[in-house]
């Protein structure tokens, strides 16, 4: 809220991520605070919210022109976390899993690399939104408010989980699936989205050409694009004349 | 919709009442020509009343649990009431009559002559989608496809699963009218040519002679159509062609002129004379028919038979020899899959042929309506809502909230600040979700006066709650007053002051307050305040005897319920002690023990869930018009002595099944 | 919002509003509370996502100021309505023309938020209910008195007519609710008990 006029440049304000320099410098240095902070690498055209956090142990990357809304919070205690370019995650969000207790213990477990987090381009995680270690979501997915993605999930391309739906661990999403209905289990519902051209008894009686469902996808990415030049200028430190 | 605890339902009294019960009516009337027994001795102890109420319908006590209680329970604000008849009315107790038709979507009324032509359905933009019934928009594509200038095409898309009409290969050339589109594209060529030709086969050529006829007429008209063969008719045509149908058929074959043959179907069909009809189909055998009667003394007035649909003129549709095979190949390929394939629940809004998710069309939204409501029996309008789809008021509206005290339950916080309604953070505040069994609680229960009149309450209930799970109850006032409700304004001026007094008199020097017995604990402008005290039970499963749940089902065992009761009671501080002492022997309840047999030890669902019944006795002094907003003459002096008597149900909360 | 010195949690405005100190209120300058509203802890509004009055800032506008000087409106709360924790206030935003704006939340009296619910209404009634963890998608209208069940999902643009009761993912109307709801005291008609017992 407060604005910071002296941060022109895109990096979030100090108080998270003092430990990642201007652009991509990832020092694994967590700081002997009592929350680690993890070192975030952010590319110059991303927005952060300045009321965002980033703690954790392993390094988080966050890709071009993605935005990162107000009280998202990102955790690395188990792994990387990378988010590709051009996602949108909202507030409130919570991806990688928090810390196993409140005390500081910086890394209890920190095997190797741990299990990474990745999230591609054009992804958008809703408000409220968790995910969990181990996820890994390909481009252009929509996971929507108060979902959740469970441990080593992995989403395919342009698929959709739908409000407060839940994935289970383990679960491998095929690309163009759309997971709605109640939360997880009985309540749950899938379908595929059409992608290509479909010739059903009723478009073949109108007897036009008919457009590819993918249409609709790039009319929606094109709305996403929007979204983030709209979001780019609104979110984080109010009053710095934006960048880019 | 279940309730947080702690919550209070109201019994309408129509549920133990038969409808054309006289007693009900003279109950309700006013009491002086009532004999009242117990007006002489109010009741100290509550349980008292209910045995001496003997000869009245209420004198079996109320179980929350039976089975018919679930009709007959609502909360408060859904009862409506009847000034004729004086007495609460559910919505059972009540006929509707429509208001207006609307779309929930666009919120546009529709006007009762165009409702059943459009199908009960918004003619307009509205849809619903078809894979998850969330409402579709209508969007355009012109950022991929064309410039900005809202040119086309335009689809409708759901934001939810994002299905779009591209799924099914539909787009719309504008933005308008889409539900004309649709239906011209559903319905184009083939559907068209068809439905033409059926209407002009119209004309009852229904019986077998012409049947001939018939056909070489559909085929000639086939032959001047598009299409050399017959395409099958869409769902709405071959619907509308077997209406017709049977419906000339119905005229046919009606043997009696005098017959009430309706122009429906329902109504041909329905009446006495269509039944000995098909009855006399099947009983041409001697002893049946004589069992029916009629059919044999006349064998002559034999109707003609009805025969089928013959004809896709008719309605009759035949599948082609292969369609099943098709399906099944279509079923089976590797882009449909059992995602391709249409669910139940999306089949049931769809046509009957729709296998496959290509074939499901948009669903126009359903038309809600807006209903008035009478009373079932004096016919009295208790509900008039505005026309106006959009609008939320209401010409009249007597609900039961005006007339009866709204009760409101929340537990008694010892020494804090104020009782929380819900399950608070407060450490002092028993947990509803699990309350601990012999533990007594105490409640405060609060009666909020709306009407203009002050009222005396006598409140009641049996000491222990029926069910296996035997919680005691004891109000510790059963018979209060509480003051009259004053103008609307006055409310509104006083609402924050009246708060502040509440708030000032709980917080404060309530403190050490301690509840006592016949006293109320707190009383405003018109509303007051008693204390429950509620010891709940243990629940079956740890202990050795368990009641059976049958025995409540009769009367008879209601009335042992209430003795067991009032041995229960006798023993009850022993039971009390011994809890606390963790002496846990004295948990058999009045004798659960002796019950013989091996007893269910599984905790039935909800029996847990403590439910106190109350009987609750309103008496009032007031005008003959108990509106009086509407009376000009307040200071009539006839006053009228009224009362008014139910059950209401307290939910409490659920009991934990370990004793802690 | 000067805020009258208070212990505990709740600070209390000048019109009687209560805020958790823990509550996260973004751009406040857009956001105006009719007045004895509660925002409970962690609830997020977000008030900094308003309307941008310049209408140039399709693709390739490099700089754009936000203009904070014209206090566009953001979200309306009206008089006693209950935001409870951990619930998200977001104003709709969709895109028309080809240019991608948010639109005001409008929220009227009397109305309840339930604990985690994101909505993202463009209006919503007085004496709405939106029960726990309930989503209310972008620009959905609901009308007054209408209820919103607990983990229902109202879908993007949908329309709940008043008194409805709608639930389930995606919501539908389920039911209505009585006549007397809402009556002061009522099902429906706590807001002021609500805001009563809040902070003490």
Not at chain 1, 26 to 39: D, E, M, N
Not at chain 1, 72 to 98: Q, T, W
Not at chain 2, 293 to 302: L, Q
């Amino acid at each position: 809220m407060d604005p910071r006029q002296s941060q022109h440049l895109k990096p979030p304000p100090a108080h998270y991520s003092r430990s990642s320099s201007q652009s991509s410098s990832a020092s694994p240095s967590p700081s002997p605070s009592p929350t680690p902070r993890a070192p975030v690498t952010i590319h110059p055209t991303a927005t952060i919210a300045d009321t965002a956090i980033f703690h954790g142990t392993h390094p988080i990357s966050i890709g071009a022109g993605t935005i990162v809304h107000p009280r998202a919070r990102i955790y690395s205690y188990e792994g990387p976390v990378i988010i590709g370019e051009n996602c949108i995650i909202s507030e409130k969000v919570s991806i990688g899993a928090p810390p196993p207790s409140p005390s500081s213990a910086p890394s209890p477990s920190s095997p190797s690399d741990g299990i990474p987090i990745r999230i591609s381009s054009a992804v958008t995680v809703g408000p409220s939104a968790s995910i969990l270690p181990g996820a890994h979501i390909h481009s252009a997915v929509v996971v929507e408010a108060l979902a959740c993605i469970r441990r080593r999930v992995s989403i395919g391309a342009h698929a959709k989980v739908c409000a407060g739906c839940e994935i289970a661990e383990q679960t491998v999403l095929k690309e163009w699936v759309v997971v709605w209905g109640k939360g997880e289990g009985f309540g749950q519902r899938r379908r595929i989205r059409a992608k290509g051209v479909v010739s059903s008894p009723t478009s073949t009686a109108q007897g036009l050409q008919s457009l590819e469902g993918r249409v609709v996808e790039e009319a929606r990415l094109m709305a996403l694009k929007r979204e983030r030049e709209a979001l780019s200028r609104l979110v984080a430190p109010v009053g710095g004349g934006k960048r880019r | 919709m279940s309730r947080p605890f702690p919550y209070a339902y109201l019994s309408c009294p129509c549920a133990d009442t038969p409808m054309p019960d006289p007693s009900r009516k003279r109950r309700s009337r006013e009491s002086p020509q009532k004999p009242n027994p117990e007006q002489p001795h109010p009741p100290k102890v509550p349980q008292g009343n209910q045995e001496e109420d003997e000869e009245q319908e209420e004198d079996q006590t109320f179980d929350p649990r039976s089975p018919r209680s679930n009709f007959s329970l609502y909360p408060p604000e859904q009862l409506l009431y009847c000034e004729d008849c004086h007495q609460i009315k559910c919505p059972r107790c009540i006929t509707e009559e429509i208001v207006c038709w609307y779309c929930p979507s666009c919120l546009f009324e529709t006007p009762s002559s165009m409702v059943r032509s459009e199908g009960n359905r918004c003619a307009r933009n509205c849809f619903n989608c078809p894979a998850c019934t969330a409402p579709l928009a209508v969007t355009t594509l012109e950022n991929v496809t064309g410039g900005g200038s809202q040119q086309g095409p335009w689809v409708l898309a759901c934001g939810y699963c994002m299905w779009t009409t591209l799924d099914i290969g539909i787009k719309f050339d504008k933005p308008t009218n889409i539900r004309t589109q649709l239906f011209k594209l559903t319905d184009s060529s083939r559907g068209r040519q068809m439905s033409k030709t059926f209407t002009d086969l119209k004309s009852p050529l229904s019986t077998y002679a012409s049947i001939d006829e018939q056909f070489a007429a559909s085929s000639t008209e086939s032959k001047n159509g598009d299409l050399a063969e017959p395409a099958p008719l869409d769902p709405e045509a071959q619907f509308a062609a077997l209406k017709n149908f049977y419906k000339n058929q119905i005229a046919e074959t009606s043997s009696s002129p005098t017959d009430p043959l309706g122009p429906d179907f329902g109504a041909g069909f329905s009446s006495p004379g269509a039944l000995n009809r098909i009855m006399s189909l099947y009983t041409s055998s001697s002893r049946l028919s004589s069992l029916y009667g009629g059919t044999s003394k006349k064998p002559k007035s034999k109707p003609p038979v009805m025969r089928e649909a013959l004809t896709a003129s008719e309605g009759l549709k035949t599948p082609a020899p292969d369609a099943e095979d098709t399906i099944i190949q279509r079923m089976v390929s590797d882009d449909c899959g059992w995602d391709g394939l249409a669910s139940l629940e999306q089949r049931t809004f769809q046509a009957p042929d729709a296998r496959f998710v290509e074939d499901l069309l948009p669903l126009p939204v359903l038309l809600r309506t807006k209903r008035s409501k009478r009373c079932k029996s004096c016919k009295h309008i208790l509900v008039k809502p505005e026309f106006k789809p959009q609008s939320t008021r209401f010409r009249i509206r007597l609900i039961a909230l005006s007339y009866i005290p709204l009760p409101t339950l929340r537990p008694l916080v010892p020494g804090a600040h104020g009782g929380l309604p819900t399950v608070s953070s407060s450490s002092l505040a028993p947990n509803l979700d699990a309350l601990p069994p012999l533990r007594t609680v105490q409640l405060l229960l609060t009666l909020k006066n709306h009407m203009f009149d002050p009222v005396r309450v006598t409140l009641a209930t049996p000491s222990v709650t029926p069910g296996r799970v035997a919680s005691k109850v004891t109000i510790l006032c059963p018979q209060f007053d509480i003051g009259a409700n004053s103008d609307v304004w006055d409310e509104a001026l006083q609402g924050t002051s009246v708060g502040d007094q509440r708030a000032s008199s709980r917080g404060g020097g309530l403190y050490e307050k301690v509840a006592e017995a016949g006293k109320v604990w707190d009383k405003g402008r018109n509303w007051t305040t008693v204390v429950l005290e509620v010891v709940p039970g243990t629940l079956p499963g740890g202990t050795a005897g368990a009641r059976r749940r049958v025995q409540q089902a009769t009367g008879a065992d209601v009335g042992g319920t209430t003795t067991r009761a009032r041995g229960g009671d006798g023993i009850s501080g022993d039971d009390d002690d011994g809890s606390d002492d963790d002496a846990l022997p004295a948990l058999d309840w009045s004798g659960q023990g002796q019950d013989p047999g091996p007893q269910p030890q599984q905790l039935q669902p909800d029996e847990d869930v403590l439910e106190i019944p109350v009987f609750v006795r309103m008496e009032w002094d007031s005008d003959n018009q108990i509106d009086q907003e509407q009376s000009v003459g307040r200071q009539n002096a006839d006053t009228v002595k009224r009362e008014l008597a139910y059950w209401m149900v307290l939910g409490v909360g659920k009991i934990n099944p370990k004793i802690v | 919002m000067p805020p009258k010195a208070a212990k505990g949690e709740y600070i209390e405005t000048d019109t009687g509003n209560k805020i958790s100190r823990r509550s996260h209120i973004h751009g406040t300058q857009h956001i105006i509370l009719g007045g004895k509203t509660v925002i409970q802890a962690e609830a997020v509004i977000r008030g900094d996502l308003f309307r941008s009055s310049s209408s140039s800032t399709s693709t390739s506008s490099d700089q754009n100021q936000p203009a904070p000087s014209a206090p566009s409106v953001a979200i309306t709360v009206g008089r006693y309505s209950h935001i409870s924790k951990q619930a998200v206030l977001r104003p709709p935003s969709r895109l028309h023309r080809g240019v991608h704006s948010f639109y005001p939340l409008k929220i009227g009296d009397h109305v309840f938020v339930g604990e985690r619910a994101v909505v993202e209404a463009a209006t919503v009634g007085n004496h709405v209910h939106i029960g726990k963890e309930a989503v209310v998608g972008s620009m959905a209208i609901l009308k007054d008195f209408a209820v919103v069940l607990d983990g229902a999902v109202v879908a993007p643009g949908m329309v709940v007519p008043s008194w409805c009761v709608v639930g389930g993912a995606p919501a539908r109307i389920v039911g209505e609710v009585g006549e007397g709801y809402a009556v002061e005291g009522a099902d429906g008609g706590l807001a002021r008990e609500r805001y009563r017992l809040v902070g003490r």
